[in-house]
């Protein structure tokens, strides 16, 4: 028990809380002559006797916790006091001296990470602040108690595409789901084509709306949506491959990025099939120049280059990775003027005919077996033992008359305006001429019923009717 102040005149005050014990009939005149031996006795003279007391302030330690000291005069010993009984969860604090639930952050601790970390505050335990376990992605963070650590559990997702199913939280936090366009809209009994839009998740009769919905994902294709027919065009584009150099070309491979420039044979980009010849100075096979192309679904329309000087043969050869017009390798026939009742103008012939560039000038190129749609040639200058690069071009569509890739209402309306011989740069004869004579499979050069019947049944999805020049 804490000790008071001990002065005599306390003393004196409290004597008669105190055992007092007489020491029969002893006689004092001061304190002094009565003094027992005892420590913890108060040894006093009164009116010439002596008394002694116990004096419990002596024995006290100060602390409350420890209970009250008090004197044991027969063992001149101090007796223990009874320490004090605190209410259940607390303890009495030997730093605080009173009943408290702790002393210091080891008292509070529970051990468990998801609580926090608790305090104590003047005797008294504060609960922590549990730990803020982050989300990542679609996962959710949270607190594992078995663990004692932040851990993830995926949530419910969407990845707001309407075409997949299954949605779910991949291991990086992202939501995928399983596209339906995996099994396309040909499954369905009113669509011949199409694909599901994502704003739906419905079948569309269609394949897009407009260009971006046409974007397959190579940076050098010219993705485009057809309209009103509503089907993609995915065209390969040279310009994004560009090197800026003639005797390191580069080409659109959109499964390979830009690859070198090929003629069937590796050239490692060189344009030249005599890679020697090649000139970067004037962009060159030995001085040779190539021609100009255009083509139509039936016609190559081929312009002699009038740089190249002497007489010069014109090539044409199928793509080797074309089966149907590989085997093809022909020079351009000539016959001036061009007859358009000859069927034998602007043939494929096998031995080379030479001419000079003014006299070739334009010639249209038409044979129903070796010059087809959709097929992919390659047109040379022949200037005697070196030939120029190669002008690489893509015959169209079946029944397609202005080149937007299909066969359709526009074209039917456009070969009609031809039959009534209303010709214009951009709807030419070669355009619109797309039957051949019954003889030979060559177009005849005349705009009839039977060109706008034949485009009728290529818009209905005809397939051409002249054999392949190639087995």
Same mark, same amino acid.
């Given at each position: ?107 509070c601790s529970d051990s468990m990470f ?173 001085g040779c120049r190539p021609p100009t ?53 602007g043939r494929l012939v096998a031995g ?51 080149? =937007?890739? *299909?066969? #359709? $209402?526009? @074209? +039917?309306?456009?070969? !009609?305006? %031809? /039959?009534?011989?209303?010709?214009? &740069? ?17 177009? =005849?050069? *005349?705009? #009839? $019923?039977? @060109? +706008?019947?034949?485009? !009728?049944? %290529? /818009?209905?999805?005809?397939?051409? &009717? ?6």
């Open positions: 028990m804490k000790r008071g102040a001990g002065s005599f005149a306390f003393v004196i005050g409290s004597f008669a809380a105190m055992s007092v014990r007489a020491l029969g009939g002893g006689l004092c005149s001061t304190p002094a002559d009565c003094n027992d031996g005892v420590f913890c006795t108060l040894d006093l003279c009164t009116f010439g006797q002596c008394t002694h007391g116990h004096n419990n302030s002596q024995c006290s330690d100060g602390l409350d916790c420890t209970g009250e000291e008090t004197c044991n005069a027969a063992t001149d010993q101090c007796q223990a006091g009874t320490p004090i009984q605190c209410p259940p969860g607390l303890f009495c604090s030997p730093i605080l001296d009173r009943c408290v639930e702790c002393d210091d952050i080891s008292d998801c609580n926090g970390f608790e305090t104590c505050n003047d005797g008294v335990c504060a609960d922590g602040t549990p730990p803020n376990c982050p989300d990542k992605g679609c996962f959710n963070g949270f607190c594992n108690t078995s663990t004692n650590q932040c851990d993830l559990s995926p949530g419910a997702c969407s990845d707001g595409n309407g075409c997949t199913v299954g949605d779910h939280c991949d291991p990086d936090g992202i939501c995928v789901g399983t596209d339906l366009n995996t099994v396309p809209c040909e499954t369905h009994a009113d669509c011949s084509r199409g694909f599901c839009r994502t704003a739906t998740g419905f079948c569309d009769c269609t394949e897009c709306a407009n260009n971006a919905e046409c974007n397959d994902g190579f940076a050098c294709t010219t993705d485009t949506c057809t309209l009103p027919t509503g089907f993609c065009v995915n065209a390969p584009n040279d310009a994004p491959c560009a090197t800026g150099m003639f005797c390191n070309q580069r080409i659109c491979d959109p499964e390979f990025g830009c690859p070198p420039k090929e003629l069937c044979t590796p050239t490692d980009g060189n344009p030249c099939t005599t890679p020697a010849s090649c000139n970067e100075a004037n962009d060159t096979c030995g192309v255009t083509p139509t679904s039936r016609y190559l329309r081929i312009t002699a280059n009038p740089a190249n000087a002497g007489s010069v043969a014109l090539v044409v050869k199928g793509d080797c990775l074309l089966d149907s017009v590989s085997c093809v390798s022909r020079y351009v026939d000539f016959d001036s003027p061009v007859n358009p009742a000859d069927p034998q103008a080379a005919v030479s001419k000079t560039a003014a006299t070739w000038g334009t010639v249209m190129v038409r044979d129903g077996t070796m010059i087809r749609p959709s097929s992919t040639y390659l047109v040379m200058t022949e200037c005697g033992a070196v030939r120029s690069a190669a002008v690489r071009v893509t015959t169209l569509v079946y029944g397609d008359t202005d080149g =937007n890739g *299909v066969a #359709n $209402f526009t @074209d +039917i309306a456009r070969d !009609v305006d %031809a /039959f009534r011989g209303f010709f214009s &740069p951009t709807l030419t004869l070669e355009q619109t001429d797309v039957t051949e004579s019954s003889s030979n499979c060559r177009p =005849n050069r *005349v705009v #009839n $019923f039977s @060109d +706008i019947t034949e485009i !009728v049944r %290529a /818009f209905q999805a005809a397939v051409y &009717p002249c054999a392949a020049a190639c087995p």
